[in-house]
Nanobody, 121 residues
Framework: QVQLVESGGGLVQAGGSLRLSCAVS????????MGWYRQAPGKQRELVAG???????NYADSVKGRFTISRDNAKNTVYLQMNSLKPEDTAVYYC???????????????WGQGTQVTVSS
């Protein structure tokens, strides 16, 4: 079973930084795409940053220049470095991967349990 274990959330003052990590279990065959989403209270879940299946990155306009997504393929881990945090960045952040557990199966979406990021003003 694929498991995504997130860490790194917490409480930080505006202007501060946090680094989120998401480790994907070794029960996967391959990863197509991976990224970070967030959901604030009363709002829909939105893409923050991600790697496409082609390896390129994309970012929400609201985080461009402040957040950086990176990955360590050897560790099946994806990171989100968040700098210059703002109160409006407060949300639960979720890791997402599109992955195959077997070369014979289609890729599926998997989600982490979510980690809370709170930015105080």
């Amino acid at each position: 079973q694929v498991q995504l274990v997130e860490s790194g959330g917490g409480l930080v003052q505006a202007g501060g930084s946090l680094r989120l990590s998401c480790a994907v279990s070794r029960s996967i065959f391959s990863i197509n795409a991976m990224g970070w989403y967030r959901q604030a209270p009363g709002k829909q879940r939105e893409l923050v940053a991600g790697f496409t299946s082609g390896g390129s990155t994309n970012y929400a306009d609201s985080v461009k220049g402040r957040f950086t997504i990176s990955r360590d393929n050897a560790k099946n881990t994806v990171y989100l470095q968040m700098n210059s945090l703002k109160p409006e960045d407060t949300a639960v952040y979720y890791c997402n991967v599109e992955a195959k557990t077997s070369p014979l199966l289609r890729p599926k979406d998997y989600w982490g349990q979510g980690t809370q990021v709170t930015v105080s003003s």
